[in-house]
């Protein structure tokens, strides 16, 4: 003869749903991530549309500073020399 499976008491059935978690969607944290993503955009945008010449100051510092950081061509080297003896 087979044997029955043991029927759970009311109270153990009760644990066994207790304890598994409950799924909330799986589009839950993407809208979280769009959430942060665009309000930390919108303070970024509102913050430097403010300090627009700030910023245009700060990016033309910035490209100085790599264009010097360089040395410079031959070539503009021997035309720099050219032009200083022509004192155009």
């Known amino acids: 003869k087979r044997q ?4 759970p008491a009311p109270a153990q059935a009760l644990a066994m749903t207790e304890s598994r978690v409950s ?14 993503l665009g309000s930390s955009s919108v303070f ?7 300090r627009r010449k700030e910023w245009v100051d700060i990016m033309l ?11 410079t061509h031959t070539l503009d080297r021997v035309a720099a020399r050219v032009l200083r ?4």
């Open 23 to 36: 799924y909330v969607g799986g589009s839950s944290g993407l809208w979280a991530s769009f959430g942060l």
């Open 4 to 7: 029955k499976a043991p029927v």
């Open 61 to 71: 510092d910035y490209c100085h500073h790599k264009r010097a950081q360089y040395p």
């Open 85 to 88: 003896m022509l004192k155009i």
């Open 44 to 50: 970024f945008a509102g913050w430097t549309w403010s």
